[in-house]
């Protein structure tokens, strides 16, 4: 039985909750970043896996993979101020920053390149037009 003011999710409230599906939660679970207690075949997650779920996704938005996602989690310790979980963290990020800021150069480029050709050829059909 849960705790006096700790409140239990289900799977499917979870799901609803964060716009993910029961199948992506039962994968977080094989991946061992989640670990609900059962009730025969039924999940019981309480507030500390609901947490673990949106650093999951905050993860994942950042553009962190499965595997670093485990690694930052694994080394949560409030006892140590969480620094060694604060600088992978902190690592991980700058390494996502230099990828996202040459993605976004390289995508600059490319939209100059399209503009120029783009221009080049309405210019086409422009003088195609106007000489009939």
Do not use: W
Request: hydrophobic share 35%; net charge positive; charged share 35%.
């Amino acid at each position: 039985m849960a705790e006096k003011n700790q409140k239990e999710y289900t799977i499917s409230e979870l799901s609803k909750e964060f716009d993910i599906t029961t199948r992506t939660i039962r994968f977080y679970e094989d991946e061992r970043l989640l670990s609900p207690k059962r009730q025969g075949q039924r999940r019981i997650y309480n507030e500390g896996d609901r947490v673990q779920i949106k650093l999951i996704l905050r993860g994942k938005r950042l553009g962190l993979s499965i595997k670093e996602i485990k690694e930052t989690l694994s080394l949560y310790d409030p006892k140590s101020g969480n620094k060694k979980q604060l600088n992978l963290l902190l690592n991980i990020l700058k390494q996502k920053r230099a990828v996202f800021e040459q993605q976004l150069q390289d995508i600059q480029c490319i939209l100059v390149e399209l503009n120029g050709v783009e221009q080049s050829l309405l210019d086409a059909l422009h003088e195609i037009n106007t000489t009939k």
